[in-house]
């Protein structure tokens, strides 16, 4: 059975971090590629970040590049987002993806002072 589950969210205000973790479970996680995704109220799921098996290459969207990292960590099958500079429109629920396999139950990230 396919697991993933996100931790690490929560409330913080602008300027702030946060890091979040996905641990994955139930497929051979260090043979796929992962990806975050966010979705705030009101608009479409858009990915924020993904990083290809061996963790050798990333990328970002436009709205994040130079203020969030997507890392991973094989021995683990953990997948994490560390999040930096934190703006109002972060505010969205997150959730991890594994490529051919699925998504994770999402969790908070709600910035504001």
């Known amino acids: 059975q396919v697991q993933l589950v996100e931790s690490g969210g929560g409330l913080v205000q602008p300027g702030g971090s946060l890091r979040l973790s996905c641990a994955a479970s139930g497929f051979t996680f260090s043979r796929n590629a992962m990806r975050w995704y966010r979705q705030a109220p009101g608009k479409e799921r858009e990915v924020v970040a993904t990083?290809?098996?061996?963790?050798?290459?990333?990328n970002y969207a436009d709205s994040v590049k130079g203020r969030f990292t997507i890392s991973r960590d094989n021995a683990k099958n953990t997948v994490y987002l560390q999040m930096t500079s934190l703006k109002p429109e972060d505010t969205a629920v997150y959730y991890c993806?594994?490529?051919?396999w699925g998504w994770g139950q999402g969790t908070q990230v709600t910035v504001s002072s």
């Open positions: 990083i290809t098996s061996a963790g050798d290459s990333t």
């Open positions: 993806y594994a490529v051919d």
